[in-house]
């Protein structure tokens, strides 16, 4: 053995060493030794050795100084991936995110790298082509494909085989024979690209300073927010689409954040209306292989507009120039499992890191962006009138006090009636109800007995199509039982409260000759389903529509004039500090279903409280009054956006376990008077899959860091233990 040379490379100060990020559940980075001959940058995509197994990970630091002592135990980076690096931008949202969210940073990470799991070289496809004579024996399936393949061009196997009806045993039986011949099929030839001036519209004077805005907002290329705040159906999709088409002009990559991926469907025709091709999908039901497809365009420049939901923030864009916030006030922008982030103000986060301009769109803003546009932070781009002189819809209130249903009916006699004369006219009306399935609650008529779930602390609601009673938190479902478990009485269950099946059944029988269709989140097998749903409804061949906020977003249903919302109230009392927000979103995008394209919308909200504000905005139409009024709450009790909030949510599979570790933090919460720490007090959802959930409450002065003062707070607590575990949540969106 050679001793000598041995030693002198591991000693050898020459060897280079880099510090790489790992996309999985951990902050820190680890160091491994280049071997010679490689090349690495910081943002490299690299494979690394990580205990037993090889790991993706990315190059974070190029010059690393490890401890010396540790030099003898690094291993070497095993392989340098051929895939663009993650540019400087991308990592220091990663920093700032994971930074900001308490989020280790590979788990950030994790989410720039979802490409799917096999990134090998596309699958080659096989082709046939007819070369020789027919063989001897020839069957009708033989002589099918024979056919099909007559014109002697190369064919894809399995479409051949499809097109002839026949298995691809036949085509394998004439490939023996001679009779065609395989040869690989070419690439795919990739989509055309998105052209910015394929189908634009005229735009009305209204519009026009607002597209000019937009236009120029593109064409800067530096850091700007704009709030484009216009009524349902002003055409902000159409004027933000000229921002666009003005990145795509200047070779730079646009990004749509979507909040529902089921509303795409009708977007992605509207964008190949406008731009001519369909843009690039992001969203959890990408196939791997589309997946692996996307990420590559998109991370080569060669995906130029991106519409996707709130992953789609963290894909290595490699010339990212606008990102657009559809629907920015909508919730589902906050993620709430893994990394806790909210993908509108992160959107805002990557632009100001990028440089570039971002555009947030709504009919109903945020508060916290309605605060930043009055105070000049954000530039407000209004629209406020609808396009094609169509009104906004009216809107009036049915008091359930005076004028109730008939009993075990939800429907007002008043409400029935405008639905009949909508029918009458051919055209459309929605039911909203923001519950899905047929009953919220079940009980016992002989003994009470009410049905929950055994391992929540929620009822079963009763969901009527799948004919069983169904836990909203956990999942756990049961057949609907004929005998009462409690006390045995038969057949004595009564539903109590309405859903969206239990609506249906009720329109239904009003008006028996009524095409009805049900649109719920669990009725939906796939976005195809959907997707087609929806078509059915904008083609109008469903008279009375019954739906969850699932209808409430987006869509353009051209025969729909009336909306009603049966219980108008719902949102409102659930102790959650939006509770007036998101009713008043909420039932402004449903009403806005209304009346966009001929005829007048009218809007009646069936409501216990015809005096609360939201109720009294929505009826005179006045938009202001109820930012006035929030803001002013808002300010008075220092909650968002004039303070900032964090929950810390605590669980254990027993209750004390959780109380007392909620009451250890909370002793060990550093003393600080611009910060107050709540609780623990019991979660309004208070076991869920068996855990018994507490919450923390963390209140401060709005320029405070909020972040800063949790990481130094839990650096002091002990580490949850057993089955205890720890939820940080910033800026929480949900507070149950
Ligand atoms: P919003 O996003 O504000 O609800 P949309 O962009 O969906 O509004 O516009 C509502 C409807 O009006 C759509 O059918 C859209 O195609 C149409 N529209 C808006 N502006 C124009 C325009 N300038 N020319 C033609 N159609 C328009
Ligand atoms: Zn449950």
New binding site residues.
């Given amino acids: 053995m050679d001793h000598t040379s041995r030693s002198s490379t591991a000693s050898a100060n020459a060897t280079r060493m880099v510090d790489v990020l790992v996309p999985v559940a951990l902050d820190q980075t680890y160091s491994y030794k280049v071997p010679r001959g490689m090349e690495l940058k910081a943002g490299d995509l690299v494979g690394v050795p990580l205990g037993p197994r090889e790991v993706l990970a990315v190059v974070w630091a190029e010059n690393a100084n490890p401890d010396p002592r540790l030099h003898n135990r690094l291993k070497e980076v095993s392989e340098k991936l051929d895939l663009q690096p993650l540019k400087p931008e991308l990592r220091s949202v990663v920093d700032w995110v994971a930074n900001y969210t308490l989020s280790p940073r590979g788990m950030v990470l994790r989410m720039c790298l979802r490409m799917g799991e096999n990134l090998g070289p596309e699958r080659v496809r096989p082709g046939v082509r007819l070369i020789g004579d027919p063989p001897r024996r020839l069957t009708p399936a033989r002589q099918r494909v024979i056919a099909v393949l007559s014109d002697r061009l190369l064919h894809g196997k399995s479409e051949a085989a499809k097109e002839a009806g026949v298995s691809a045993g036949v085509i394998d039986g004439l490939v023996d024979e001679g009779t065609l011949t395989v040869e690989p099929m070419p690439p795919p030839p990739p989509p055309p690209a998105p052209d910015p001036d394929f189908g634009r519209?005229?735009?009305?004077p209204l519009?026009r300073t607002a597209v000019d805005t937009m236009r120029a907002l593109a064409a800067n290329g530096t850091f700007h927010v704009a709030l484009l705040d216009?009524?349902?159906?002003?055409?902000?999709?159409?004027?933000y689409f000229e921002a666009v088409a003005e990145a795509i002009r200047r070779g730079r990559q646009s990004l749509i954040l979507m909040p529902e991926i089921a509303l795409t469907g009708q977007f992605l025709d509207?964008f190949a209306q406008r731009f001519g091709v369909r843009p690039i999908e992001w969203h959890s039901e990408l196939t791997p292989r589309t997946r692996a497809r996307n990420w590559a365009a998109i991370s080569e420049g060669s995906a130029p507009v991106v519409v996707g939901a709130r992953s789609a923030l963290f894909l290595p864009y490699a010339n990212l120039g606008l990102i657009v916030v559809d629907e920015e006030h909508d919730q589902a922008y906050k993620q709430d499992e893994g990394v806790h982030y909210h993908a509108r103000d992160m959107a805002v986060v990557r632009a100001h890191i990028a440089k570039i301009p971002i555009v947030l769109?709504s009919?109903t803003p945020s508060v916290e962006s309605e605060v930043n546009a009055r105070k000049n932070r954000y530039q407000r781009i209004a629209?406020p009138s609808?396009?094609?002189g169509q009104h906004m819809p009216h809107i009036e209130a049915i008091d359930m006090r005076r004028e109730p249903p008939a009993r075990g009916r939800f429907i007002s006699p008043r409400l029935a009636g405008e639905i009949r004369t909508a029918i009458e006219r051919r055209e459309q009306a929605l039911l909203f109800l923001n519950r899905r399935g047929y009953a919220p609650l079940t009980l016992c008529r002989a003994c009470g007995h009410r049905f929950a779930c055994t391992i929540c602390d929620a009822w079963l609601v009763d969901h009527r199509f799948r004919q069983r009673l169904v836990c909203h938190h956990c999942g756990f479902s049961m057949p609907r039982p004929h005998v009462c478990p409690n006390c045995s009485a038969e057949e004595s269950l009564v539903a109590v409260g309405p859903g969206v099946e239990r609506l249906q059944e009720e329109a239904a029988a009003l008006f028996p000759e009524a095409r009805t269709m049900v649109l719920s989140s669990d009725l939906i097998t796939s976005i195809e389903t959907m997707r087609s749903e929806l078509a059915e409804i904008a083609e109008g061949r469903v008279d009375i529509i019954i739906g969850t906020q699932l209808v409430a977003k987006?869509h353009?249903f051209p025969r729909l004039n009336l909306v009603g919302v049966v219980d108008a109230d719902l949102g409102l009392s659930n102790g959650d500090p939006r509770a007036a927000e998101r009713t008043w979103q909420l039932l402004n995008q449903v009403i806005?279903r209304a009346g966009?394209?001929q005829g007048r919308g009218v809007g009646y909200l069936q409501t216990h409280q015809p005096d609360h504000p939201v109720m009294k905005a929505l009826i005179a139409c006045d938009r202001e009054a109820f930012y006035d009024s929030e803001i002013d709450l808002r300010e008075r009790t220092l909650y968002p956006p004039f303070g900032r909030l964090a929950s810390l949510i605590i669980s254990a599979g027993d209750r004390p376990s959780a109380e007392g570790f909620g009451r250890r933090l909370v002793a060990l919460a550093p003393r600080d008077e611009r910060v107050v720490v709540l609780g623990p007090a019991e979660a309004p959802l208070a076991v869920i899959k068996g855990r018994y959930r507490f919450r923390i409450l963390v209140k401060s002065a709005r320029g405070f860091d909020l972040s800063d003062y949790l990481r130094n707070w839990l650096a002091v607590c002990p580490k949850p233990k057993g089955n205890q575990k720890l939820e940080v949540d910033v800026d929480p969106q949900s507070f149950l």
């Fill in positions: 519209p005229d735009f009305t519009q216009g009524v349902t159906g002003s055409g902000k999709t159409e004027v509207r769109a009919a629209l609808r396009f094609g987006g353009n806005g966009r394209e």
